[in-house]
């Protein structure tokens, strides 16, 4: 088994109540195992409301069947508001 | 054309004869730039030519709104200055929230045009179409929330309240990084149109009226209020509990958060939790704060209870923290609310400000410079003392700040060789975000209207962090990308929307029409983003005719420089990395390889007849 530390940020510690848990996954798990458990952990990923990122990329940016590695790191926060200024959906706040 | 949306006239102020006209705006004029920075671009190719100094009684102060600007639906409440600003040089636009723009069009108008200069120290009121002056060298020396008090004491009461404008002493001392005041807590705070407004002896505004904006359709308005408030509720219901703050954190992260100068782009999460948005909300809360009709209230007011700082209050946002805070080695939110309450006072921008002291930072540590010369202050990185005191030798031009108050490109000018310490495009000091850790925010810096600049550069790094086809390290594909942010955000601008709220009402790339329709009974939609694009290159127009071209388009020395260290240790953007950005951003723009609009480009999009104006 391999542990993947998964970080809470902004306004998503409060909810999860915690700033960090670590997933336990199996020796073969990829990127693609990883939306899966972090849902299981409470995490709404359907609306878009929380942001994945996988070692400094966007979880998209991944291939999925990439194996996943021990010291991959999770970092997870809140869509807060604004946008980036384009068609897709906005995910990030502006200041 | 229009059934609403625009009162169709503007005010025209001299100073220097105090005499006031009303002038139309006509229909054609809101067709091609949609209001408040498309139109203060155009007003500005008009009436300041190249040859015109930031501090000549020349220049002009040209504030406009947009069709949204206090029309009855929610964050209603953008207006736009365009100027020639100190800090660049060169054209300025700059947004704000506030009261004063809608309150200006209750008075009868979409813009506002200040010329001349007055004799003596004065203030403007303007209660519909009457122009007073209130003149009094009592007016030196205030604080903007000071000038602003004494003005509303000395205007009549009435059922609508009034709005208002203000500078501080730094403006008066022509810092060229003072910002103007709008109410009790917005700006116009970037690029020193502060300086531009004491030049002209005018300390501070007040605006009322009496007049309505004409809407096509009443109900639809109601309706999209309704269905925009409930949609805010929800998605930005983080936005209101932590505000912009939370991106300290996230920035930091993501390793692009400004670090001891951008020296680097990291500290240890232990270290900089000292300023994250949680800590503000623990321990410095106070209430939210919200602009003209917005029922996000993003802003978070903090105040400091005990301590060194003890009776310090600001609305700290990200940019501000990131700047002041981590940029000079400070992680003591408590430091950072005193020092943004500092800049307010002083009527300065927090975030040239932070830049600057960073900057005088370094030069201490490498003993650059000594205390000798900065009236026997040292000033060093994670010093929160020194960085107050500093605030005030820049504001009173004392010690290093008689040299730092000029801003990079005077400090340039000064002491060349401090350059390499001065992070700044076209003179315009950078944002919170190191673009060594998002090169398309480099090219955005780097071909921003204004110079270095998060908003009029655009916003690259939710599309480089998450869209599937960037990568953030990479050059391919940023010219496109920043084009189309620039774009998008230019015709946002002109609106006099909040840009938060904007995909409430989806002003995306590809936006619905309901809303502008229901104002102005014209369908915008589809021309939107070509208005975006028209403004653009009107500005880069401005740009070009004020010298501009290919070398300035530039980033400074140290993003060069391979970060040392964090989680995005390595990365750096060469001289070669950024041609070829800008190769790709000049051929998607329909642009020279120097940068010059092509004319077919105008003549695409309706610039040739309007450029021939001048
Ligand atoms: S979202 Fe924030 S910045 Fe925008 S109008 Fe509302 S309070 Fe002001």
Known sequence: MIAITVKFLGGLRQEMGTAQTSLSMPDDATVGDLEPRLRALGLDLDSEKNIVVLNNRGLGQWQPNRPLAADDAVIVFPHIAGGSGTSRPVRFPET | MFQGGYMGKLLRVNLSTRQSFIETIEPEEFRLFLGARGLGALWYWREIGPEIKPLDAENKLFFFTGPMTGMPLVSTTKFELTTKGPETGRYLCSNSSGNFGPRLREAGFDGLIIEGVSERWTAIVIENDAVQFVDDEGWQGLSPMQARGKLLSQVPERKTKWATMSIGPAAENRVAFSSIFVDDGRAFGRGGGGAVMASKKVKAFAVRGDQQVPVADANKCKEIANNARTDLKTSRAKHRQLG??????????????????????????????????????????????????????????????????????ARPEYESIGLLGPSCGITDMAAVIAANELCDNLGMDTMTAGNLVAMVMELFERELVTAKENEGLEVRFGDSRALLEMLKLIAQRRGLGAIVADGAKGIIQARPEWKPFILHSKGMTFAAYDPRGFHGMGLAYATSARGACHNVGGYTVSEELLGTKYDRYAVEGKGKLVKTVQDNRAYIDSLGLCTVVRSAYKFSTSPTPETLLAITGYDFAPHLMTIGERISNLERMILVREGVRRSDDDLPPRMKEAIPDGPTAGHLISDQMLSVMLDEYYAVRGWDDQGMPRTETLEKLELTRVLETA
């Open chain 2, 244 to 313: 912009t703050a939370q991106l300290v954190e996230i920035i930091n992260e993501l390793g692009c958060m400004p670090t001891r100068n951008f020296q680097t782009s990291w500290d240890a999460p232990d270290k900089v939790q000292g300023v994250y948005a949680q800590t503000l909300r623990d321990k410095y809360y106070v209430r939210n704060y919200a602009c003209y009709r917005c029922s996000v209230a993003c802003g978070q007011v903090g105040a400091v209870k005990e301590g060194e700082f003890a009776g310090a209050t």
